[in-house]
């Protein structure tokens, strides 16, 4: 992806064309092979990297002056600190081998660099100055293409990772296989949700087929023609995402004991499934096996003419299993809890961003003090319940 993108964008292409060390990584344009000065007048090599304004295949112009690099901090040819355009020293890491160290302000008389070429030849000029007045026959033209093309999950660059700075936390997701047992109203959210991660897998588990009311309570629009067709649930979400990434999974199927082995190997597991006879089989075979889950639920009644009711998120670590209790999982509750099946979409997505925030915490995407283990949103008072 990173060799088609540089060549169908000429700034990109002439970059690559003149000599240069280019390559794509994280959504990110980066030079390396630059030669500069460190403060022992030796001549090092570093690179440097900024967002890439990208509309599918087609770059747009820098959305700001700025780049980061990675080397020691620069210096002129007689090894004193250059400031004029070494904004702060700060870390921004792309990936293992790609780690900024300090932060590049050089801003162009009209405010902005009008394309990427001007943009990195500006600052490869600013960094082998000096190193060129030491040897002049060093220059950034003479590096050995490297190749950082990295995306095996997405099928199109994640500029939005890399505009809001988030590379860094965003790669504490990767590598990571994760289940949705359920993919009615939450589990259809919570795969939005997690398609838009790194994580390296989705695996999706459901016998079931759409029918009308599902459309009513899951992200999207279905067309009349789709539901026509009367799909699987698996099937059609997993064509739906596979525009946006690779690494999923379906399984048509509910699980039960002569399959549920196929969650093995699962790094995390997201119960969306309200029955509760079949939930308590998939816990204990989650136990045994140490998986971490959230389970995710939601009690709602009619009223009169009014919606009250729960929404609640469970989580379960092989060191934490304090709250399996909250979870129902007697026969008696299929008949109780879930006997008017109520659920709307709002609730359903609220229910699958509590299991987000509550996952992406346990891997320090979010900062938090405590994890929060099970959570209760009360809809008539609007008030969340924390139990850590």
């Known amino acids: 992806m990173s060799t088609q993108l540089i060549d169908l964008n000429a700034d990109l292409k002439k970059l690559k064309d003149d000599g240069y060390s280019v390559s794509i990584v994280e959504s990110h344009l980066v030079i390396s092979g630059i030669p500069y000065v460190n403060q022992e007048k030796k001549i090092l090599f570093g690179a440097i990297f900024c967002p890439l304004s990208i509309s599918g295949e087609s770059i747009g112009v820098p959305g700001d002056h700025t780049v980061d690099f990675m080397g020691e901090y620069p210096c002129d040819q007689l090894g004193r600190q250059n400031t004029s355009f070494v904004n702060s020293s700060r870390s921004t890491k792309l990936n293992s081998d790609i780690i900024g160290n300090y932060y590049f302000s050089s801003k162009p008389a009209s405010g902005n660099y009008p394309d990427y070429y001007s943009k990195m030849t500006r600052y490869i000029d600013l960094l082998s100055g000096p190193a060129k007045s030491i040897d002049p026959g060093v220059s950034a033209q003479l590096s050995v293409d490297e190749s950082y093309d990295k995306y095996e999950v997405f099928k199109y660059l994640d500029t939005h990772t ?3 700075n988030l590379t860094n936390a965003s790669q504490k997701l990767k590598s990571q296989k994760i289940a949705i047992v359920g993919l009615g109203g939450t589990g259809s959210y919570l795969l939005d949700f997690l398609s838009k991660t790194p994580v390296k897998q989705i695996s999706l588990f459901d016998g079931d087929d759409i029918l009308n009311h599902n459309a009513f309570r899951m ?7 789709e539901l026509r067709e009367r799909p699987s649930k698996v099937s059609y979400f997993k064509e739906k995402y596979e525009g946006l990434r690779n690494g999923i999974v379906g399984h048509e199927q ?3 004991e002569t399959n549920v082995d196929l969650l093995e190997g699962h790094d995390f597991v997201f119960l969306a499934i309200d029955k509760a006879h079949a ?12 998986i971490p889950f959230i389970d995710l639920g939601m009690g709602v009644t009619l009223v009169g003419d009014s919606v009250r009711g729960t929404v609640r998120k469970t989580l379960v670590t092989p060191e934490n299993q304090s709250y399996l209790k909250n979870i129902a999982m007697s026969k008696a509750a299929d008949d109780d809890v879930y006997a008017q099946n109520i659920q709307i979409s709002e609730l359903n997505a609220l229910n699958a961003v509590m ?3 509550t996952w992406k915490k346990l891997n320090g995407f979010y900062m938090t003090e405590d994890n929060y283990f099970n959570s209760t ?10 139990e850590a």
């Not at 992200?219 to 023609?225: C, I, R």
């Not at 939930?279 to 140490?290: P, S």
């Not at 949103?377 to 924390?386: G, S």
Request: avoid cysteine.
């Open 219 to 225: 992200p999207g629009a279905m067309t009349l023609s």
């Open 279 to 290: 939930k308590k089989l998939i816990i204990e075979y989650l136990l045994k096996m140490e």
């Open 162 to 164: 890399a505009r809001a």
């Open 377 to 386: 949103f009360i809809i008539d008072e609007e008030e969340i319940t924390h």
């Open 254 to 256: 509910y699980l039960d």
């Open 355 to 357: 299991a987000i925030m």
